[in-house]
C-alpha cells in the first residue's frame, strides 16, 4: 500500500492488502485520510458496482443518489477513528419487490441507520456489561479512544434481547440482598450450562413457583435451607427433587456449635461447671490449695526469693536487648510492674522499700490471707483494716502491700474466645496446627460436654464430605438429639428431619449449589458498581448479558 504525507494529511488509495490489516475495510476504498488533534478522519467508498436488495436479492448496478454518512470506528494509534461513508440509493427494479430504493451497506462496516461500526458496537457493548455506564464511559474514552457516554452504554445493554432459558433440567436457586435488610432479588441458574438463566425481584416463594410454572421441565432444584424456595418448589415443580446445599448444612451446624461454645463460656478458663458432684468437690479442693500456695508466697521469705528471681530475669532479658515493653509481655506483667524491676539497680533497692512497721503485725496474716483470695486493692484493704481496729496510716499498709504486688504471679494466659474455640472444633482433625490441637485438647480434657461436641460435628464431618448416605444420617441425628447436653444438636438435628429429603439428597446427588454462590459473588460485584444508580431491570440486565 502506497503511502505519502503532505501538510498533516494523508493521501492512501485502496488497495488489497488494507484487508488484511483492517478486515471490516475489506469491502472499501480509502479515498484519504486527515489527521487533526486526536481524531483521525478516513473518507471511504464501496468498492463494489452494486448490491443486492434486502427485499428481493437483486443484484443493481442503478444508482438513484448519492449521500455521505459518519461512523464512528474503533480508535486506532490511541485516536478516535470518523469513516466518511459515500454511501450509494440504488433502485430496484424487480416488479415484484416491495422496495423501489435501498441504501447499501458495506459488509462489516455499516447497518441501517447506524452511527457506529459493527465492530466498536460490539466492544461498547461488551465494555458496557463488564463494567455498566460510568466506568465504561471512562474506559472507553481514556483506552479505546471512542467518545461515549454512560447514557449509550446502558442503552446498548437494555437492548441485548434476553436470552431464551430453554429446558432447564437442573436449576440452581439463590438470594441476594440488594438493599442489606430491606430488599432481595433472586438469581435463577441453569446447573449444567453454568449460566444465569433469569433474575426475579424478591425472594418470596410466589414468585419463584411462577416462574417454574412458566418453564416446566425442571427435574432437580438446587437451593439454601430457606423455606420459601422449597414452599416454592413443592407447590409449582413437586416432581422435582430438592437438594440441599452441603455448604449451608455445614454453616447451618457450625451456627449451633458456636450457641453450645458460647453456653459453655465459663469452661474455657478452666472453670468448668460441668461435672457431678465429685467434680464440684475436687474444684472446690483445687481452689482452696491455689488459695493456700499463693498466701504461702506471701511469706517474708518466699517473698524475698520471687523478688529477687524476677530481678534477675528482668535484668536478663534487658541485657539480651529487650525493651521495657516487650520485657513485660515475654513475663505476662504489666508495665507499670516490670518498670519497677527495670529502674531498681538492685533487688536489694526494691526490698529495702519494705517497712518494719510493728504496729501492723496483728493485721498481717489477714491482710495476707485476704490479697491471696484476690482483693488487691491496697486503699480498700486500709479501710477494711482500719473498720477493724487498725489505727495506722494507709502510707504504712501501702508500704506493707506494695512488695505483694511485685511478686505477684503472672497474668494467666487469656482463655481462647467462643469464636476461637468453635473454629477449632468444625475443623477436620488433621487440620489444626499443633498449637491448636493441643488447645483444643486442653479445652476438652477440662469440659466433658465440649468433648462430646466435638465427637458430634467430627462424625457429621464424615457423613458429609464422604456422602455415606442416609443410614450413617439417621443414625447421627438419633445419636445428638438423645445428647441432653447438648440441646444446640438437638435443634439443628430437629431442623435436618424437617428438610430430610432435601438434605438427604444433598448428601447423596453430586449436585450442590457452589456454582450458585459463585456466580452470586460476581452478582454482587455488579450491583455494588452500579448501587443507588440504576434499576433492577438495568442489574438484571447486565447479570444476564456477562
Not at 76 to 94: D, E, M, P, T
Not at 180 to 191: E, F, K, N, Q
Not at 225 to 231: K, N, P, Q, T, V
Request: proline content about 7%.
Amino acid at each position: 500500500m502506497s503511502v505519502s504525507q503532505a501538510g498533516g494529511s494523508l493521501s492512501c488509495p485502496g488497495d488489497p492488502g488494507l484487508g488484511e490489516l483492517l478486515p471490516w475495510l475489506a469491502g472499501v476504498v480509502v479515498e484519504r485520510t486527515a489527521i487533526a488533534g486526536d481524531t483521525v478522519r478516513c473518507w471511504v467508498r464501496s468498492r463494489a458496482d452494486g448490491a443486492c436488495c434486502p427485499g428481493c436479492g437483486t443484484w443493481s448496478r442503478e444508482v438513484h443518489e448519492t449521500y455521505g454518512r459518519r461512523l464512528a470506528d474503533a480508535g486506532i494509534g490511541g485516536r478516535r477513528l470518523v469513516l466518511h461513508l459515500r454511501s450509494r440509493r440504488l433502485a430496484c427494479r424487480n416488479p415484484l419487490c416491495g422496495k423501489r430504493t435501498f441504501a447499501e451497506q458495506p459488509q462489516g462496516l455499516a447497518e441501517p441507520r447506524a452511527r457506529k461500526t459493527p465492530g466498536l458496537s460490539r466492544m461498547l457493548l461488551a465494555v458496557a456489561a463488564a463494567l455498566g455506564g460510568r466506568p465504561g464511559s471512562r474506559l472507553a474514552r481514556e483506552v479505546l479512544a471512542a467518545e461515549v457516554s454512560r447514557h449509550l452504554l446502558i442503552r446498548l445493554v437494555m437492548a441485548v434481547p434476553d436470552p431464551p432459558p430453554g429446558l432447564v433440567r437442573v436449576l440452581g436457586v439463590d438470594d441476594f440482598s440488594l438493599r442489606r435488610g430491606t430488599s432481595y432479588a433472586t438469581i435463577l441458574v441453569d446447573m449444567e450450562a453454568g449460566v444465569p438463566v433469569d433474575v426475579l425481584p424478591g425472594r418470596e416463594a410466589a414468585t419463584l413457583a411462577e416462574w417454574l410454572r412458566d418453564h416446566p421441565g425442571t427435574r432437580v432444584i438446587c437451593r439454601d435451607r430457606a423455606g420459601a424456595y422449597a414452599e416454592a418448589a413443592c407447590a409449582a415443580a413437586p416432581d422435582a427433587v430438592q437438594v440441599a446445599d452441603r455448604w449451608h448444612l455445614w454453616h447451618n451446624l457450625c451456627e449451633h456449635v458456636r450457641d453450645a461454645v458460647a453456653r459453655h463460656r465459663d469452661c474455657l478458663d478452666g472453670h468448668c461447671s460441668c461435672g457431678g458432684p465429685e467434680d464440684q468437690a475436687g474444684r472446690a479442693g483445687r481452689e482452696e490449695r491455689e488459695r493456700q500456695e499463693a498466701a504461702a508466697a506471701l511469706e517474708p521469705a518466699a517473698l524475698e526469693a520471687a523478688i529477687r528471681a524476677r530481678h534477675a530475669e528482668v535484668a536478663r532479658l534487658r541485657d539480651a536487648g529487650l525493651d521495657l515493653p516487650a520485657a513485660a509481655a515475654k513475663l505476662r506483667l504489666s508495665q507499670q510492674v516490670t518498670g519497677q524491676y527495670w529502674r531498681a539497680g538492685s533487688a536489694d533497692a526494691l526490698l529495702g522499700r519494705r517497712c518494719p512497721a510493728p504496729g501492723l503485725d496483728p493485721w498481717k496474716p489477714w491482710l495476707r490471707a485476704r490479697w491471696a483470695a484476690g482483693d488487691t486493692r491496697i486503699r480498700a484493704l486500709h479501710a477494711a483494716v482500719t473498720e477493724a481496729g487498725y489505727a495506722g496510716t494507709y502510707e504504712t499498709v501501702r508500704r506493707y502491700l506494695t512488695p505483694f504486688r511485685l511478686a505477684a504471679p503472672p497474668a494467666p494466659p487469656a482463655p481462647p474466645a467462643v469464636r476461637q474455640v468453635t473454629s477449632w472444633i468444625t475443623r477436620p482433625p488433621g487440620k489444626p496446627g499443633s498449637d491448636q490441637a493441643e488447645a483444643l485438647a486442653a479445652v476438652t480434657a477440662r469440659c466433658p460436654r465440649l468433648a462430646a461436641l466435638r465427637g458430634h460435628v467430627t462424625a457429621f464431618a464424615k457423613i458429609l464430605t464422604g456422602r455415606e448416605g442416609t443410614g450413617a444420617l439417621q443414625a447421627w441425628l438419633a445419636t445428638a438429639a438423645g445428647d441432653p447436653a447438648l440441646p444446640e444438636l438437638a435443634s439443628f438435628a430437629h431442623g435436618i428431619r424437617l428438610d430430610y429429603d432435601a438434605v438427604a439428597a444433598g448428601l447423596t446427588l453430586p449436585w450442590n449449589s457452589g456454582l450458585v454462590e459463585g456466580l452470586n459473588t460476581r452478582t454482587k460485584l455488579i450491583k455494588r458498581q452500579m448501587y443507588g444508580r440504576a434499576t433492577f431491570a438495568t442489574l438484571r440486565k447486565r447479570i444476564l448479558t456477562r
